[in-house]
């Protein structure tokens, strides 16, 4: 007997995280990009994270086929942000309203996010309609801020310490 979708949402909706925007240069030379809530560290030695992304969308496969790519962490006051790169805007559209620059991989960086982490792909497994991807980090940017949080389908901020 499995858990219906329904059931299965609801309980996820009650997981809070981080929020990023997963970006990746196509073999074109275009940005891609996508906002991911499901990422997480892996390895300390060595340095992995992963990211999972949904089989149909063009930032993945830009990613898996060019092996590079960068985790930007979102900060509070880029809401705005994650919402454009989740949209159903085109990837032009994306990157043209955002500040960013290239990072040493190639994957654009996003300019105001609270750190960003360029990877590489070491590996990749197919899990239902998305790809689990781990990447080795190989170069880290960190800002100060405060991130933005995703929970019960809304968006967060860490509250002042009293």
Not at 51 to 79: K, M, Y
Not at 117 to 141: F, M, P, T
Request: glycine share 6%; with cysteine; proline share 4%.
């Amino acid at each position: 007997m499995g858990v219906e979708a329904k059931q299965f949402k609801g309980a996820l909706k009650l997981w809070a995280s981080g929020v990023t925007v997963v970006t990746t240069q196509s073999r074109e030379n275009q940005p891609k990009g996508m906002t991911a809530t499901a990422f997480s560290s892996v390895s300390l030695d060595p340095p992995q994270i992963l990211v999972c992304l949904n089989q149909a969308t063009d930032t993945g496969a830009a990613l898996l086929e060019s092996r590079r790519f960068a985790v930007n962490i979102l900060s509070e006051a880029q809401e705005d942000v994650s919402n454009q790169f989740a949209g159903s805007t085109t990837q032009e559209q994306r990157f043209a309203a955002v500040p960013w620059q290239a990072g040493e991989n190639g994957a654009p960086l996003l300019s105001d996010a609270l750190a960003a982490l360029e990877c590489r792909v070491v590996q990749q497994i197919q899990a239902g309609s998305h790809w689990v991807v781990i990447g080795e980090v190989d170069r880290v940017v960190c800002r100060d801020g405060d991130p933005l949080l995703y929970y019960h389908s809304a968006y967060r901020r860490v509250a002042a310490a009293d």
